[in-house]
């Protein structure tokens, strides 16, 4: 019997040993890290501050909505209209219908005077609290990304900003949804002679919703949040949220509809629907935002973050070995012939690549934020080893004229007596150079995808990438690769 206990003990130490390294491993993982970020910054907490600023801030702008077509559509109660059954059909519960109770009645709306000093103080203070709910969602998203190196002037501009580029972006999206369906109808016409089918409409307007929720995230996260990183990464995480957002909505809907006749709950069921709408949207835009603040691993470095394209490179074809000596540095072992590369990563979240010659100490050639261009730089810095390795003769000669360097590719000098030269793309620092021949050299390549660069190195003549056009001429000019920055 107590040898069963004693088994039993050991076999649930063994479980609560795997779970922990389990879960170890899934917070080294970009989820993780993105799950860590938002419950350090307390994102539920921030969702439900944001969600209670909606209450105020969408009725003052429907009401500035209702000022501004005054103005401009008086007379037009079917555009009207039409921009109300949209908002509807974006904010769920926003807008009190025949069937179904909401935040406002959009007949009980009347437009603000703006006339005189008294009119247009008026008017600012109704756009201020509707820029609210702006603020409170920029606030959350700077948490998440770690931002706060702009004034609170600069913060309130961009709300405004923002709250006038919601409210293009609604008209767009009246504009495209009238346009869609217009098209629905003649495609029918002239193919099946009949009106379009209920489905097809449908999906056409949640076709609309859909780049309207894209144009929103972007709204958030890249102008509000500031998000500057691969076009990629930030499309795929705007596609998501946007998914993300329009499975939310159809989930409202149907509470909507699930609550509308019962007798207690439906004289609230506007307004709660609308205080889960905008909270869960709030925290879909939060973890998209953490999401993208962990795109680059804090800490010390460890050997598991270097991208496989590299890590075979460096064994299979430079020959040499990846160790990590437990101090957060990344050592590429090139033999006793070669300098050894060593990759560190500091308190600032800035990569450094140093040279460890045989006899002597390390120095600094580069710096830089992105992990994937301090690869691309030791790559570039084991060519001849590795072309040693696979027989390749001659020495590999990087044609970096002005005219070979990659689009927006400009190089800059300041008065750092380490890194004096600064590679810029698109006008933001890449990295940066303890020499002037390896920023040039690094404005050809340090951009291009990494497979790319790998292959050249080990073509005779520095292949499509490297190497000299045929004829002088330039063959990698038109191809805009600015966007593959890291």
Partial sequence: MAGDDASLTERGKSAVAKAKTLKERFDATHAGRTLERYNDRNGS????GIAFFSLTSIAAGLLIAVTLASWFIAGDEELRDTIFEFIDDAIPGVVATEDESGLVDPAALAPTAVTGVVGAVAFLILFNTAARYISGMRMGVWAMLQVDDRTPLQGKLRDFAALLGIALMVLLGVGLQIATSVVANEVANLLFDSAPQ???????GIAVLYVVDMA???IVLVFLGGVRLPRRYVLTTLAVAALGM???????????QGVSD????APFAGILTLLLFTNYTARIMLYSAAFLGTYRRSGPLAKEELSPAFAAFVRDDARASITEAGT????IDTGPRHPDLLLERDSEDVVSVSLAPVVGEPWSAMRSPSLRAAERYAALSLASIARDAHGVEGRLVVHSARDLWLPDVTMAHDEDSEHPFVLLVSGEELARFSRASDAREAAVYL????????QSILEPDGGALLGTPDGGLQRIGDRVRSWLRR
């Fill in 45 to 48: 907490v921030i969702a439900g």
């Fill in 198 to 204: 209920e489905w097809a409409v449908r999906l056409s």
């Fill in 216 to 218: 929103f995230a972007a």
């Fill in 246 to 256: 329009a499975v939310l909505r159809q989930v409202m809907s149907l509470i909507i």
């Fill in 262 to 265: 019962n007798a207690v709950l």
């Fill in 328 to 331: 957060g540095v990344v050592t």
């Fill in 447 to 454: 951009a291009a995808p990494i497979e790319e660069l790998t």
